[in-house]
């Protein structure tokens, strides 16, 4: 016997089909003479996938979405009426079948949608579907139209699940956690779901043990064990602060005490508003003395190699993250962490512009009432933290102390605004007047 005499009648087309969402392709063999008077296309095949498929048996004709898949993984949708004939399928490359799940939870069966809230950071959108065997690969697309720079990272969903969060990681997690929503009489299930970035932790998730030994060689176990640098000692101010702008500066914290009744630390928000006050008068006293390029930016997103998420303000000096501020009204020790990662991203954002080895950074964790400066020094691999002590704000009598931090903003960024500057700063004359110009 020949090998002509193996091969199947040329009627027989032998097809590689996979049911998406499973792990393997199963042969399907067709044969044409069945079909001698019609067209052998993808809306007959779905005949007989139905009888060959328990999943799909349940499922209408016209819900069943067919695909090719290349060499990449890309899923190109093919037509109803593409005959087989004009359809190559391998192992590698086989047709994949998508098709409704159906909710047989209630007395009718019947296919459900699913409305997906998701956020990233502080912004969010949502999205609905068909609950697939698709869902996860089409919620995934709608994600990355929705935050451009997830294109070029990979990414988890996480869920909170009896108080504790879950990560979701990929489609068999994802219709795990599909299987334990219930739907509504309208046959929706509805998600809400965070976005985290693989390889990195938002800003917010670190512990200042896992910054020590992740980030700083584990040269601190606790804000107690940190070197202390004291800022007036290491950088002189120049030029000063006039009295005039020291006068607004009191009279403004006046102020806020008055319409706040003296609440500085009630929650986060207005903790801000106070700490407004101070960032405010340093940045425009930087800006008119030092470096006119000098802004503050509020809410701003900050991407690293170890963290990302939202700065609470950051000040910039010539388009470079120079000193990133958190705002807390409490959780001190969970506000340092996250200024330690913050500053080290900064770091990683001057040190890549300006080519250099080694840089100096700042950051400030307050509650408003409560004052803490931290300086980053020496090298991405090799990163050294020291902290001040504990600057208290009373907002009584002539407001010394807060002025004294007010002056210690401006120190800061005066020496960072030195080091950037390849020009003189503005010439004093400018701040020795009762206002600036």
Not at 365 to 374: A, H, K, L, Q, Y
């Amino acid at each position: 016997m020949t090998n002509a005499d193996n091969q199947p009648p040329s009627s027989i087309i032998t097809m590689l089909i996979l049911l998406e969402g499973k792990k393997s392709a199963v042969q399907i063999d067709l044969d044409q003479t069945n079909y001698k008077e019609l067209s052998f296309n993808l809306d007959r095949l779905t005949l007989v996938l139905k009888e060959e498929f328990n999943e799909l048996q349940v499922v209408e004709r016209s819900d069943v979405e067919m695909f090719s898949l290349d060499d990449f993984n890309t899923l190109t949708p093919l037509h109803s009426g593409t005959l087989l004939t004009d359809i190559i399928t391998t192992d590698i490359s086989p047709l994949v079948v998508r098709y409704p799940f159906s909710d047989t939870s209630a007395s009718l069966v019947f296919p459900t949608v699913v409305i997906v809230k998701y956020r990233l950071l502080q912004n969010s959108d949502t999205y609905e579907m068909p609950h697939s065997s698709g869902s996860w690969i089409l919620l995934r697309e709608a994600v990355h139209k929705s935050f451009e720079k997830l294109q070029t990272c990979d990414f988890y969903f996480v869920s909170k699940i009896n108080s504790e969060e879950k990560k979701f990681e990929n489609e068999f997690q994802f219709n795990k956690l599909m299987d334990r929503t219930d739907s509504n009489d309208k046959g929706e299930r509805y998600l809400d779901l965070k976005i985290q970035i693989k390889g990195k932790k938002a800003y917010g998730d670190w512990t200042l043990k896992e910054v020590s030994k992740e980030i700083y060689n584990d040269a601190f176990d606790s804000i107690e064990s940190m070197p202390i640098f004291e800022i007036e000692k290491i950088i002189k101010l120049d030029p000063l602060l006039n009295d005039n702008n020291l006068n607004r500066f009191e009279n403004n914290l006046r102020e806020k005490m008055n319409i706040f009744h003296n609440e500085v630390t009630t929650n986060e928000a207005t903790a801000r508003e106070f700490i407004s006050v101070f960032l405010s008068l340093a940045v425009n006293h930087v800006r008119a003395c030092n470096d006119p390029s000098t802004r503050l930016m509020v809410e701003v997103e900050l991407d690293g190699s170890r963290g990302y998420g939202v700065l609470d303000y950051g000040i910039y000096i010539q388009k470079i993250p120079i000193l990133v501020t958190e705002a807390k009204p409490h959780e001190s020790e969970k506000a340092i962490a996250q200024t330690l990662v913050q500053i080290h991203s900064a770091a990683e954002s001057l040190l890549g512009k300006r080519k250099r080895s080694e840089q100096t950074m700042f950051g400030i964790v307050t509650s408003g009432r409560s004052w803490r400066f931290i300086r980053w020094n020496g090298t991405l691999e090799s990163p050294k933290a020291e902290i001040t002590q504990e600057y208290p704000c009373i907002f009584e009598n002539d407001m010394k102390e807060a002025k004294k931090v007010v002056s210690h903003i401006v120190r800061v960024l005066q020496a960072q605004a030195s080091s950037l500057s390849k020009e003189k700063p503005c010439a004093k004359r400018l701040c020795t007047g009762d206002n600036l110009e």
